[in-house]
């Protein structure tokens, strides 16, 4: 394969670092775009070069994207929960964002530009699994700037004519998750809670269906799909398939720490979804996606590596950037993680 210049916005976080590491495997030069606000320097590959800027501030034809070839935006400020309470915070960092990326990219002659999108933009739609085919309906801010990027870019990826695909993963888990974030990846704030000495946190009644994704099936798959001509123009759901109670997955979570603990049970959080997880047919067919690791060796692997680290901390927002308190679940609200 020849070396192609790819430019990984977000590399400094769980995904895009996974990423990172193999292109650079596969010999290709890669550049990082990260403002280092959700993701840590020593998650980026040594042989990445990091340019630390914030998507928000690239100018309409920035210089920064002449000579990338291949784009994989992965920057985003992921809090899909929290998003219902930070509007307008959330359309600046995903959408906005984003727009200034893809008319950079359009300016710059980018050639490819391949974008994680998310299971958000199908909101609470009873018919899981969601094929590729079933309608956008987001239903909170989060996923209604996914579902936003995702029409940008049909809309300009046929007008200027460059190769474009849409990566829908979802629950990825795994070694580099944040574990110091409180409002989002599920397994990542249990296991903060763990080696805290508290216990596990549901919201609602954890009847709540959802699939999960290990981080290496998923990243080696978005990293290969710019290289796959099947997925131009595609829409393609990428991670596991198979369903668990949220409650049977804090279980695991307490099992991987050979814990007899039980989990906290507290009000369900406005918008959340009840169930939702996704075909995999077109991701097995285009990409090559299997699971290499079931949930619970996943889990176990996951909890084995955050031992190793410093005790994770939870780092909240300003309680500024918060626009809307009503019906904040408190635990955000009153830092109560
Ligand atoms: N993790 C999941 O389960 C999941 C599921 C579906 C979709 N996604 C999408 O995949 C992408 C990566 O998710 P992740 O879990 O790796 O998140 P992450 O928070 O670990 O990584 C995001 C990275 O983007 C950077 N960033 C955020 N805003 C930026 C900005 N304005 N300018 C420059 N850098 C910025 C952060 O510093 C961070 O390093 C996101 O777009 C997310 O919406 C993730």
């Known amino acids: 394969m020849n070396q192609v210049n790819c430019l990984v916005t977000g590399g400094a976080g769980f995904i895009g670092s996974h990423i990172v590491d193999q292109l650079i495997g596969s010999g290709h030069s890669v550049t990082v775009i990260d403002d280092l606000s959700g993701g840590y320097l020593s998650n980026i590959n040594e042989k990445a070069k990091l340019i630390q800027k914030d998507l928000t501030a690239l100018k309409a034809d920035d210089p920064i994207l002449k000579d990338i070839e291949i784009i994989y935006h992965l920057a985003a400020f992921p809090a899909e929960g929290l998003s219902v309470f930070t509007p307008e915070y959330v359309t600046q960092r995903n959408l906005t964002a984003f727009i200034k990326l893809l008319t950079a990219s359009i300016n710059n002659q980018v050639k490819t530009f391949s974008f994680a999108s ?60 944040n574990l110091n974030d409180p409002y989002r990846n599920v397994i990542g704030i249990w296991i903060n809670r763990i080696l805290n000495g508290k216990n596990p946190i549901i919201y609602g009644d954890g009847e709540q269906l959802r699939a999960f994704s290990y981080i290496q099936d998923v990243a080696s798959c978005m990293a290969e799909s710019v290289f796959i001509e099947d ?77 190793t680290l410093p005790k994770p901390k939870f780092k909240y927002l300003s309680n500024k950037t918060y626009e809307i308190t009503e019906h904040m679940p408190k635990t955000w609200l009153n830092r109560e993680m």
């Open 231 to 307: 997925s131009f123009g595609e829409i393609i759901n990428l991670g596991g398939a198979k369903p668990y109670r949220i409650v049977d997955v804090c279980y695991s979570v307490i099992d991987a720490f050979k814990l007899d603990i039980e989990p906290l049970f507290y009000p369900p959080r406005p918008m959340e979804v009840k169930n939702a997880y996704c075909t995999t047919e077109k991701s097995e067919k285009i990409l090559g996606y299997k699971e290499s690791k079931n949930l619970e060796e996943g889990i176990s692997e996951m909890v084995a590596w955050a031992k």
């Open 118 to 177: 998310s299971m958000s933009v199908y909101g609470n739609n009873p018919n899981c699994p969601f094929d590729e085919t079933h309608p956008r309906n987001p239903t909170d801010p989060y996923g209604i700037c996914k579902a936003s990027c995702e029409r940008y870019l049909e809309i300009y990826g046929v007008e200027y004519n460059f190769n474009y695909n849409i990566i829908r993963p979802h629950n990825v888990y795994g070694i580099r998750q």
